[in-house]
T-cell receptor, first 113, second 111 residues
């Protein structure tokens, strides 16, 4: 089956620092890929997505590029803010055409002023 | 506004009880999921369903069953609740290969 591996946390950064959270998947073919975010006390919401190789998803200053050759979908932001403090989850379907959506374990980000 | 509604936010049940968690979506999505979320373990898929009366096991189906009699409703059943099933349960729905929309979650405590 598919597995999604993301960078272990927690991650603590100063405001305006550069953020990278690594994510790799094992699904075959070209599954859709996602980053979700969970702010403290809230539910999961989609941050960005990509549906084919070399696609770049972006939202709220965050970006991730679908890299088929390395089966990766790393999340980046050039300058983090305190309000970005949250848990970030990478997710992948188990293959093109699959109905099964698998999540990574999550990475907790804390941004300090 | 899209909506996935879980019947309870908080639930306390006794060991050995049969527990039903209900989830309803109003988006006409064919795909529905049940996950549990535990600290350090992320979201783990229990079951999913891609059509009425269809169900597939996820990564941790033991001790759970599901029911999907109508397209909009997906129920998770704990046949005999145990303390190790204390967790946050999340329901979601999607169209195939697209974004999953999540409910607010049910925090279940088994005592």
């Amino acid at each position: 089956g598919n597995s999604v591996t993301q960078m272990e946390g927690p991650v603590t950064l100063s405001e305006e620092a550069f953020l990278t959270i690594n994510c790799t998947y094992t699904a075959t073919g070209y599954p859709s890929l996602f980053w979700y975010v969970q702010y403290p006390g809230e539910g999961l919401q989609l941050l960005l997505k990509a549906t084919k190789a070399d696609d770049k998803g972006s939202n709220k200053g965050f970006e991730a590029t679908y890299r088929k050759e390395t089966t990766s979908f790393h999340l980046e932001k050039g300058s983090v803010q305190v309000s970005d403090s949250a848990v970030y989850f990478c997710a992948s379907y188990s293959g093109a055409g699959s109905y099964q959506l698998t999540f990574g374990k999550g990475t907790k980000l804390s941004v300090i002023p | 506004d899209v909506k996935v509604t879980q019947s309870s936010r908080y639930l306390v049940k006794r060991t050995g009880e049969k527990v039903f968690l209900e989830c309803v979506q109003d988006m006409d999505h064919e795909n529905m999921f049940w996950y549990r979320q535990d600290p350090g373990l992320g979201l783990r898929l229990i079951y999913f369903s891609y059509d009425v009366k269809m169900k597939e096991k996820g990564d941790i189906p033991e001790g759970y069953s599901v029911s999907r009699e109508k397209k909009e409703r997906f129920s998770l059943i704990l046949e005999s609740a145990s303390t190790n099933q204390t967790s946050m349960y999340l329901c979601a729905s999607s169209v195939i290969q697209d974004e999953a929309f999540f409910g607010q979650g049910t925090r279940l405590t088994v005592v």
